[in-house]
């Protein structure tokens, strides 16, 4: 018999009698066995690979149920001849036929950056990143309650079957009434469409609304996954400058097909769009026929002073389209968010992502909806936006101390301070020196749409940093900064 | 004090002071309370809505913290008046601006039937209907047992983070590894995909390979939400017919840009390709540089004979596209699926699903991951495999028993029975018949492509029906079809 080469491994959770199996397998397709002649007994492959007879028997017994090997009585265990055909395929390796990259569609966003996130973010002391969150402080007890619940009656068939087109209609009520109302809307259950994160509805609005022959205005600096979206239609994107009171509204939107916006704290400023200027926008859009989207993506944290009402909420035609999120808070490995507009789109939408994804998944619609219904919700909420508020507070404090340069005030909402130096800071350097001490902080240039734009802005997101971290991660960031300052 | 009009229902599971607190903001909008005086005071409230005052303070105190209302010393509480201009610009209400319909792309498969799948399936008792499951097999201790294990350390980041592009790695390693190997296919790391069910991956390959300009050829009868997805994309979309033996080949693939085959079992006729067809299937497809996508949708469900290995595990040149899904098992709602393929396509897929819906939820893969790692998952496979064999072994008997024709043998494999009536059964009438016995069952035209498709063939499910209930729906089934033969 020949010798598989390969060892089981003892201190493996997986079952050993699985790993045998993976060896028979391994050892069949790489022709370790021939496979014409009997494959080794359970005895010689006990002796082989030092593990019970009973294990190979019941490895063997596995690959007999699957039909990948056959039994002949007396004669031993053989591959089953139909599975052969795949061996013997894939002896005969041959090239590629198709030369895939000449096959594949093209996009616009060519040479547009991408938002890179750092996939070992979480083994750094000092993610000052935005956009995750602290996984530690995650409502675990009360959203596996929850998912629990929901595959069992009278919930299991919305979170186990095929809904084809359909949302849960609870979790659309319970947005309706416990997420909407906060934001001053009133939303019909035919006006919400539930989304795989508000990123969704970004793009169903795109590939419904936007072609080759579109121009959409966006914020300046603004939302980079936005920006590929809708260039990815082949729309022609350009920018709308923000400053302290948010979007510098142009006298007209004429021949702008739509803008999107971030009233409540800006992306990635965070600065909070005036009231004068939200029924600015609303006039002139209704005047133009542009179609306003606005992205409240992290209202819900806010902390200072009073929330501004939505745009939706000002808004009288019933023509804004309002994306929401439970990405800031839950999470957004969860992945959902919602989208509000009017019927007739909203029936659009709902086609559209039908033959694209069916449904966000039922179980997780589910448990989100018993959630809101139980009271968890807000009251992990309540907790969380405490914790945000404290991190802002410190935040904003020890950047005036740490930083060594004349700051505007910090908005007091978000989960992230947008930082502009001194002209002479290198705020791409600033990065990469500060991951060098452990503190991943982000570029701001990327987010702005000129060929050349400023280097001295960056962004400190406080979501995912631990609050214990905040203070030793702001001193670090600080001497980095006045070593770079001081070498110019 | 204006009377409130709307009633507290204290047999509701909602908190009072949350019903108290919609009381509120209820009759602010809809201008019972004037927002510009003081709202009734806890007292007044109380007494209106025969309710303690604390439940009134506590309902208040909620909307104080959300900056809804404001508390003035001494002058009482009042509507924000930031909040103000929300219900002003409600009061004005104007008509929409945008004519929606005309702002919407067309799609060219309008007038090409959508499977309806009835929403209240599950309240008939007999429902014979496929791309559902039994939610009461549904493994859900193990499942919940997975969700809760993927949300503590190491699993908790893998679950709960923004991945951007990226996928579970463990649940990509566990497909290779233990779902994979069994249909014969060795694939890298780079080489998988995770999708928001199949259709996730159809969607992403129709997008990225298709246009107006190309040829897709699809089963005859096929799949019905393939050719709507590829409709989509503006491609042209032709029927190749299939027999006993799965797809008729024709000579040549040549103009043809893709071919779409479900080879384990043919939907909706569950007839298996053959292994010669398969081999001269990927020559022809190799000479004319046609990409096939191979759909192996339910290919766990075969009950005698060994399985065919997948196309894909045939194909020398490594060009087949592989699509795998957990609708069938698992659940349809947990939307999971994944593609395998070339790796320079998945890279370019996976930008593409970036900008879609970023990534599948991080939590489920992590826990499918989980289950498949624990050996649960295949354990719970392999029982429900079982009853899905008796199940089709009690149909494919009471078919012949109760349904008054000459029929072929069914194809042991997959979860429905594809039936062929005499030419004089009207299975459109037979289906509505059946339905007012409390059975369900499901036409077969649809699924055809030309414009005057065969009446007389339908679909029984057996995946979601309990198993209790298969001979007496049989036998209903059986009196509707004689009644309906007797009377042509």
């Known amino acids: 018999m020949p010798r598989t080469m390969i060892e089981v491994d003892r201190g493996s959770n997986e079952p050993l009698y699985r790993q045998v199996r993976r060896v028979i397998e391994h050892s069949i397709a790489t022709g370790i066995f021939d496979p014409r002649r009997r494959l080794p007994s359970s005895r010689e492959l006990a002796a082989e690979l030092s593990v019970a007879r009973n294990t190979i028997n019941l490895a063997y017994q596995e690959l007999l149920n699957e039909g990948l090997v056959l039994s002949h009585e007396r004669r031993g265990i053989f591959v089953n001849p139909e599975m052969l055909a795949a061996v013997a395929a894939e002896e005969a390796v041959s090239e590629p036929v198709i030369d895939w990259p000449s096959r594949m569609r093209r996009y616009a966003d060519e040479g547009v950056p991408d938002v890179e996130k750092r996939a070992d973010w979480y083994t750094y002391p000092y993610p000052f990143i935005a956009g995750q969150i602290d996984v530690h402080s995650f409502p675990a007890t009360a959203w596996i309650r929850s998912l629990r619940e929901a595959l069992y009656q009278p919930h299991a068939f919305a979170s186990l079957q095929d809904?084809?087109?359909?949302?849960?209609?609870?979790?659309?009520?319970?947005?309706?009434?416990?997420?909407?109302?906060?934001?001053?809307?009133?939303?019909?259950?035919?006006?919400?469409?539930?989304?795989?994160?508000?990123?969704?509805?970004?793009?169903?609005?795109?590939?419904?609304?936007?072609?080759?022959?579109?121009?959409?205005?966006?914020?300046?600096?603004?939302?980079?996954?936005?920006?590929?979206?809708?260039?990815?239609?082949?729309?022609?994107?350009?920018?709308?400058?923000?400053?302290?009171?948010?979007?510098?509204?142009?006298?007209?939107?004429?021949?702008?097909?739509?803008?999107?916006?971030?009233?409540?704290?800006?992306?990635?400023?965070?600065?909070?769009?005036?009231?004068?200027?939200?029924?600015?926008?609303?006039?002139?859009?209704?005047?133009?026929?542009?179609?306003?989207?606005?992205?409240?993506?992290?209202?819900?944290?806010?902390?200072?002073?009073?929330?501004?009402?939505?745009?939706?909420?000002?808004?009288?035609?019933?023509?804004?389209?309002?994306?929401?999120?439970?990405?800031?808070?839950?999470?957004?490995?969860?992945?959902?968010?919602?989208?509000?507009?009017?019927?007739?789109?909203?029936?659009?939408?709902?086609?559209?992502?039908?033959y694209q994804v069916r449904h966000p998944p039922g179980h997780t619609q589910r448990a989100l909806a018993l959630m809101i219904e139980s009271g968890d919700y807000h009251r992990a909420l309540r907790y969380h936006r405490r914790q945000m508020k404290t991190r802002w507070e410190m935040?904003?404090?020890?950047?005036?101390?740490?930083?060594?340069?004349?700051?505007?005030?910090?908005?007091?909402?978000?989960?992230?301070?947008?930082?502009?130096?001194?002209?002479?800071?290198?705020?791409?350097?600033?990065?990469?020196?500060?991951?060098?001490?452990?503190?991943?902080?982000?570029?701001?240039?990327?987010?702005?749409l000129q060929s050349s734009p400023p280097r001295n802005c960056f962004r400190i997101g406080f979501g995912a940093i631990p609050t214990r971290s905040i203070a030793e991660g702001m001193v670090r960031m600080g001497d980095v900064a006045k070593e770079l300052l001081a070498e110019r």
């Open 395 to 448: 935040l904003s404090q020890l950047a005036v101390e740490c930083l060594p340069w004349d700051q505007a005030p910090y908005p007091p909402g978000g989960v992230s301070l947008w930082m502009k130096g001194p002209p002479n800071l290198d705020a791409v350097e600033l990065v990469s020196h500060a991951e060098e001490q452990g503190v991943l902080i982000e570029r701001g240039d990327i987010y702005y």
């Open 163 to 354: 809904s084809v087109g359909a949302d849960d209609p609870l979790l659309v009520e319970m947005i309706r009434r416990e997420i909407l109302t906060a934001r001053g809307i009133e939303a019909g259950q035919d006006e919400i469409l539930i989304t795989v994160g508000s990123q969704q509805g970004l793009d169903l609005l795109g590939r419904t609304l936007l072609g080759p022959h579109h121009r959409v205005g966006i914020e300046n600096p603004g939302y980079l996954d936005a920006r590929h979206i809708f260039l990815r239609t082949g729309a022609q994107v350009y920018g709308i400058n923000v400053d302290q009171d948010g979007l510098c509204l142009p006298e007209t939107l004429s021949g702008t097909a739509l803008v999107y916006v971030t009233p409540s704290h800006q992306h990635p400023t965070n600065v909070t769009l005036s009231m004068e200027r939200r029924r600015r926008l609303l006039k002139i859009a209704a005047a133009s026929g542009t179609i306003v989207i606005e992205d409240d993506y992290d209202s819900e944290f806010r902390y200072e002073g009073s929330p501004s009402p939505a745009l939706k909420a000002l808004d009288s035609t019933g023509d804004v389209l309002y994306l929401g999120t439970f990405s800031k808070f839950l999470s957004p490995g969860l992945r959902l968010g919602f989208l509000v507009g009017p019927a007739e789109l909203i029936k659009e939408l709902r086609r559209v992502r039908r």
